[in-house]
């Protein structure tokens, strides 16, 4: 059980670390050009969704990678709508 939790959480650093670079970009230049809306507020919708799984099954890893993920997806897509 252990080494799965390690498994699930390392993993779960790399997708939502993944999104550090464009929220970092996107907040330092407000240049949201290649941002779709429509992909970021469908994906914030699923990553709400995966935070509510996680909830369900009581999985840790779940909840915190993607309530992160969440916040970085919904930063970027606030500027998106901020900067149109």
Same mark, same amino acid.
């Given at each position: 059980?252990?080494?799965?939790?390690?498994?699930?959480?390392?993993?779960?650093?790399?997708?939502?670390? &993944?999104?550090? +670079?464009?929220?970092?970009?996107?907040?330092? /230049?407000?240049? $949201?050009?290649?941002?779709? #809306?429509?992909?970021?507020?469908?994906?914030?919708?699923?990553?709400?969704?995966?935070?509510?799984?996680?909830?369900?099954? &009581?999985?840790? +890893?779940?909840?915190?990678?993607?309530?992160? /993920?969440?916040? $970085?997806?919904?930063?970027? #897509?606030?500027?998106?709508?901020?900067?149109?």
């Amino acid at each position: 059980m252990i080494t799965t939790d390690l498994i699930g959480y390392f993993s779960a650093f790399l997708t939502t670390f &993944a999104f550090v +670079p464009q929220a970092y970009h996107s907040w330092k /230049t407000r240049d $949201l050009s290649g941002v779709s #809306l429509p992909m970021y507020s469908i994906f914030s919708l699923g990553v709400l969704g995966w935070i509510v799984y996680g909830a369900l099954i &009581a999985s840790w +890893p779940i909840i915190v990678a993607n309530s992160v /993920t969440f916040v $970085l997806a919904c930063a970027v #897509l606030c500027l998106k709508l901020k900067h149109r």
